[in-house]
T-cell receptor
């Protein structure tokens, strides 16, 4: 089975940096994904890690430690439009390519 | 537009009724996934189809069923609806070997009254 934990809510200030953590326990692992979801809208892909280390993409970076079952999403230079839920998802190891999602972290960016 | 099309966008129906949600995957994607997202809940995996065949099953109730047709569009059938089935239902599609996970449709918001 899969168990994925994220903080429920976070608040940060415009222009600041915020780190959203995700811990997971899975029976098989084939990659970790971060998605952004604005309220009532579809999740959109942000990042993918399958090897340990940091992946950087513009203002967003994602880190993975497979031995610790731990990932974080780092958002820099926060903007008001970054207010959204951030979903951590783990892909299983089987051929089905299924993603299992955490409950998400609702980030509120304040002026 | 993500390329994954879901219809209808909104659906209001009464308890005990049956509804069908439709999904057309992105061009070229063979896999279709259905997820349920209840208020303040995470995305719950329901079922996956690959090229017309069921490939994986998650927490899908027996009252729910799905299929994928030869043109690769998929339908999720929800029957004997209960108030607790009110949720956003997302469809996603993917291609073999892609590294960026899924592409999601905009969802169908089902309200059972």
């Amino acid at each position: 089975g899969q168990n994925i934990d994220q903080p429920t809510e976070m608040t940060a200030t415009e222009g600041a940096i915020v780190q959203i953590n995700c811990t997971y326990q899975t029976s098989g692992f084939n990659g970790l994904f971060w998605y952004q979801q604005h309220a009532g809208e579809a999740p959109t892909f942000l990042s993918y890690n399958v090897l340990d280390g940091l992946e950087e993409k513009g203002r967003f970076s994602s880190f993975l430690s497979r031995s610790k079952g731990y990932s974080y999403l780092l958002l820099k230079e926060l903007q008001m439009k970054d207010s959204a839920s951030y979903l951590c998802a783990v892909r299983d190891q089987g051929g089905a390519n299924n993603l299992f999602f955490g409950t998400g972290t609702r980030l509120t960016v304040i002026p | 537009d993500s390329g994954v099309t879901q219809t209808p966008k909104h659906l209001i129906t009464a308890t005990g009724q049956r509804v069908t949600l439709r999904c057309s995957p992105r061009s070229g994607d063979l896999s279709v996934y259905w997820y349920q997202q209840s208020l303040d809940q995470g995305l719950q995996f329901l079922i996956q189809y690959y090229n017309g065949e069921e490939r994986a099953k998650g927490n899908i109730l027996e009252r729910f069923s799905a299929q994928q047709f030869p043109d690769l569009h998929s339908e999720l059938n929800l029957s004997s609806l209960e108030l607790g089935d009110s949720a956003l239902y997302f469809c996603a599609s993917s291609a073999e070997g892609q590294t960026y996970g899924y592409t999601f449709g905009s969802g169908t918001r089902l309200t059972v009254v």
